[in-house]
């Protein structure tokens, strides 16, 4: 573990001196690419100082009470100790935390794609209770929120809905949403009061860059078409709306969330471009569930992740057996603690696998 650290105290001294080149400057992408990076290893050189000075600090103590003949002084240094050893822990954690790799998409945007599943309306109406409450989650972490697609539900909320997503560590945080999500309470529509049990699946795709993947237009089919719901003359009576075909893998998506039909189709495209991608990240992220038990952030749809009970009030996420009894606050976005629970989960399952210690 030493080693390791020394080696990113090295680099973080390599790449400060490489941003203070005035050369540097000339490739505005490459110093953004480098500050991002100095950052991140400024926190770990930071409490690995922290840490250092701990140790001097505790070595320093333990001599005292190995040669000091003064009982007061001795008592001050077995207080110090006490209190230096609990420091030392806390310091281990918190390097631990930083030393276990991240994945390399945790920092993309993304887009949450929410569908009505079995249940009929009430299935619909759960679909915009979710798309509402990631919604606001997100506002409260100044993400932007953008619905690039919907289909509205007979009896509201929708049939399906796509939101983009942007802001730092999207997916990082948002992964841990993809799979069934299912909801028990009474609908609206229920004349005897019966608990009805309907579902809703969520699938979470990282936005895929340029270079990533590169989409030939003669292996896309264009349509266009008249937008539905709200907007007034101009959605209803303007072919704006825009479908994408990707001939070679029967990839369709659909944007209308713009007036603009050039709007739409560059939204599409992206969009396209994305679901591509995500079969790729799917392919890792299975090959990761297969050495973990909890499946956390497998790219598993089918998967029944989370029961929203609402006669008793409570949230259960099934991976991790956890359950939460703060309901209506969840779904008005106070979504944050469950996230955090499953980031742990997944970080301890990553320290194991890599056998980080001291």
């Given at each position: 573990?030493?080693?390791?650290?020394?080696?990113?105290?090295?680099?973080?001294?390599?790449?400060?001196?490489?941003?203070?080149?005035?050369a540097t400057m000339t490739d505005m992408k490459r110093f953004a690419q480098l500050n991002k990076?100095?950052?991140?290893?400024?926190?770990?050189?930071?409490?690995?100082?922290?840490?250092?000075?701990?140790?001097?600090?505790?070595?320093?103590?333990?001599?005292?009470?190995?040669?000091?003949?003064?009982e007061e002084f001795r008592d001050m240094a077995k207080n110090d100790l006490g209190q230096l050893e609990m420091g030392k822990i806390k310091l281990e954690d918190d390097l631990r935390s930083l030393l276990v790799p991240k994945e390399p998409e945790d920092d993309r945007n993304v887009l949450l794609e929410i569908r009505a599943g079995t249940g009929g309306d009430?299935?619909?109406?759960?679909?915009?209770d979710l798309a509402r409450m990631y919604t606001r989650y997100c506002e409260t972490l100044g993400w932007k929120v953008i619905i690039a697609s919907a289909s509205d539900g007979s009896a509201g909320g929708y049939k399906e809905v796509v939101l983009e997503i942007e802001g730092e560590m999207?997916?990082?945080?948002?992964?841990?949403?993809?799979?069934?999500?299912?909801?028990?309470?009474?609908?609206?529509?229920?004349?005897?009061?019966?608990?009805?049990?309907?579902?809703?699946?969520?699938?979470?795709?990282?936005?895929?860059d340029e270079v990533e993947v590169v989409v030939n237009e003669a292996d896309i089919r264009l349509?266009?078409?008249?937008?539905?719901?709200?907007?007034?003359?101009?959605v209803n009576r303007t072919e704006s709306a825009v479908r994408l075909t990707h001939i070679p893998t029967g990839t369709v998506v659909e944007c209308q969330a713009e007036r603009s039909q050039h709007k739409n189709r560059e939204t599409a495209m992206k969009m396209l471009k994305t679901r591509i991608f995500e079969a790729a990240v799917r392919k890792h992220e299975d090959e990761i569930a297969a050495r973990r038990k909890t499946l956390v952030s497998t790219g598993d749809r089918s998967a029944k992740i989370r029961t929203y009970n609402y006669p008793q009030g409570r949230i259960t996420d099934?991976?991790?057996?956890?359950?939460?009894?703060?309901?209506?606050?969840?779904?008005?976005?106070?979504?944050?603690?469950?996230?955090?629970?499953?980031?742990?989960?997944?970080?301890?399952?990553?320290?194991?696998?890599?056998?980080?210690?001291f």
């Open positions: 573990m030493f080693s390791q650290l020394e080696n990113i105290k090295g680099k973080y001294i390599e790449v400060g001196k490489t941003l203070s080149d005035p990076e100095y950052k991140e290893l400024e926190k770990v050189v930071a409490i690995y100082e922290k840490y250092k000075l701990v140790l001097g600090n505790i070595d320093a103590n333990k001599k005292i009470l190995e040669t000091e003949n003064d009430e299935a619909g109406i759960f679909a915009g999207v997916y990082g945080k948002m992964k841990f949403e993809s799979g069934v999500h299912r909801v028990q309470r009474i609908p609206l529509t229920e004349a005897k009061g019966r608990v009805h049990t309907s579902a809703v699946t969520v699938a979470v795709l990282p936005e895929a349509d266009v078409f008249r937008a539905s719901g709200a907007g007034g003359q101009h099934h991976r991790i057996n956890l359950s939460v009894y703060n309901l209506d606050a969840f779904m008005g976005g106070d979504i944050g603690g469950m996230i955090d629970a499953l980031a742990v989960a997944e970080q301890s399952e990553k320290l194991k696998e890599g056998g980080l210690a």
